[in-house]
């Protein structure tokens, strides 16, 4: 695990937070929102035919370029 990610996982705040549940997904949601029947997450009608395309998009996460003079 890269540095910053021990320094929230250790933080004070996360202290005894059960991080293993977490990533075994055993922990239960602290809040599951009530959706109207017939709809998805998004709050659109799900026609059942789960046709959405898969989005190809790629984001560039290379460090941005430096003007050099």
């Known amino acids: 695990m890269s540095e910053a990610t021990m ?3 250790q933080h ?7 991080w293993k549940g977490l990533l075994n997904k055993r922990i239960p949601t ?3 929102p009530r959706l109207p029947n017939g709809l998805d997450s998004i709050g659109y ?5 789960n046709d959405a395309s898969v ?10 370029k430096r ?3």
């Open 12 to 18: 004070r705040f996360y202290n005894g937070f059960d």
């Open 55 to 64: 989005c190809k998009w790629t984001p560039d996460l290379s460090p941005p």
């Open 67 to 69: 003007n050099q003079q």
């Open 45 to 49: 009608k799900d026609d059942g035919k």
């Open 30 to 32: 602290p809040y599951t």
């Open 7 to 9: 320094g929230v996982i």
